[in-house]
């Protein structure tokens, strides 16, 4: 392993959010770069590939902006990876990674799909997951420098999470003495429609949780994830209990957006019965079946299933389990919904889908991964994708939430713009 310095020029943004340049044939990663910079960076030879470290900016990119978050340059926070480019730029770089995805994974030539905006590019986090470390007698709680993931640096403020978010934080620190008696904790601030709830991972006992609640009247529900893996809701406001903690959308008003585009392109296919995989509350699975569809929602979480399955339309139906292992039987369907974690599906449900008599006219899949969501549609060659679109959920960030319909090859396809 040699070190090297180079001057490169930055092609594109890859899908973490880092520069592309080439050096003699070598492709270098660069964090923090921009399309156009010509930048001085160092890094180490001897593979593939290399990760660089930007050092210099003999010619910036015409592309960047001043990042207005003090953490992004002060301390390399990782939680945002594109705050130096102009928001168009980010959308373009992520339309961009969709389409060289499924190209290079997924085999599949696609044009470069619209990323539709978010009205808000700062303040639209409902949810943040802080690391929580005991210095001394005090508390901190923070994030990582993306060139130092072990560490954690003290949050002031994210321009990225609504106030609401980070005014019920500063409420939980300001009680931090209640927490667990350990060195190490997690801890994360969900904004819903009921109000915030705080989850707590780590630690084998709490006595004072009750105490934490008491002080914290901004909180509408305290949730604690001991460290043997069991998840408890501990205290909460009001006469129901909220149905979990785990399905607070990031970014509420794309979230709706996405979610009526996907209303709107199932319906078009005017299904009899939909299948609607990793279904969450339901907040799809409900509104189809008032539509009259007849839905089965499969979801691993209980709770949620139960939620779901007590507001679901009748005739309509809520399985908790995995995907893979409950799609056969709830088939033949009119159309599937595919909305999977970040790891995408798993494989048997796209043989599931790919060995179907008859094939769904329609898969709607919703992914927050493009290559995930890439080597999944390669697992289904008797699919071909008919529209394409992508929302951003997570400005500043590399990520990006992609729908992509996918019709069965034998039938009539029926492409036209999303």
């Known amino acids: 392993m ?22 003699e044939g070598l492709v270098v990663f660069v964090p923090r770069a921009a399309p156009g910079d010509r930048a001085l960076v160092e890094f180490t030879t001897g ?30 926070c990782g939680g945002c990876q594109l705050q130096h480019l102009g928001y168009d730029s980010q959308r373009s770089a992520k339309s961009r990674i969709i389409a060289d995805s499924l190209a290079r994974i997924g085999k599949r030539a696609v044009l470069a799909p619209d990323v539709r905006p978010s009205g808000r590019p700062f303040r639209y986090r409902r949810k943040l997951t802080l690391a929580l470390r005991r210095r001394a007698s005090r508390w901190i709680a923070g994030l990582h420098p993306y060139d130092a993931p072990g560490e954690v640096f003290a949050l002031d403020d994210c321009p990225i999470t609504e106030e609401r978010v ?64 069991s998840r408890r809701l501990l205290h909460h406001r009001g006469d129901e209990q909220p149905p979990g903690a785990s ?7 794309v979230a709706a957006e996405l979610r009526q585009y996907v209303l709107d ?27 009259g569809v007849r839905v089965t929602a499969i979801e691993l979480d209980r709770a949620a299933t139960a939620w779901c399955a007590a507001r679901l339309a009748s005739g309509s139906r809520a399985i908790a389990g995995r995907v893979e292992d409950e ?40 992914s927050c991964d493009p290559a995930t969501l890439s080597r999944d549609v390669r697992r289904m ?37 999303a």
Not at 284 to 289: E, G, I, N, S
């Open 381 to 417: 060659p008797g699919y071909e994708i008919v529209s394409l679109v992508a929302f951003d959920m997570f400005p500043q960030t590399a990520h990006v939430e992609t729908v992509c319909e996918l019709a069965p090859r034998e039938a009539e396809a029926r492409p036209e713009p």
């Open 265 to 291: 392109r199932v319906m078009r296919h005017e299904p009899a019965t939909v299948v609607d995989g990793y279904a969450g509350l339901g907040d799809t699975a409900m509104p189809l079946a008032e539509r």
């Open 247 to 253: 399905f607070t959308q990031v970014n509420a008003s």
């Open 47 to 76: 593979a593939r590939f290399a990760r660089a470290r930007l050092i210099g900016l003999p010619v910036p990119s015409s592309l960047r902006v001043q990042p207005p978050c003090a953490h992004y340059v002060r301390d390399q």
């Open 166 to 229: 980070m005014a019920a934080w500063r409420e939980v620190l300001s009680a931090a003495e209640t927490f667990p008696d350990v060195r190490e904790l997690r801890g994360a601030v969900r904004l819903d429609d009921v109000g915030a709830s705080f989850v707590l991972e780590g630690g084998e006992r709490w006595p004072r949780s009750e105490e934490l609640f008491r002080r914290c009247p901004s909180l509408a529900a305290l949730w604690w994830i001991a460290e043997d893996g």
């Open 327 to 366: 799609l056969a039987a709830s088939l033949p369907a009119d159309v599937v919904l595919l909305n999977p974690p970040r790891a995408g599906v798993d494989a048997r449900v796209a043989e599931t889908l790919e060995r179907a008599e008859p094939r769904p006219r329609a898969v709607l899949y919703v």
């Open 2 to 23: 040699v070190m090297r310095r180079a001057e490169v020029t930055i092609d594109s943004i890859a899908a973490g959010g880092d520069g592309v340049a080439r050096v």
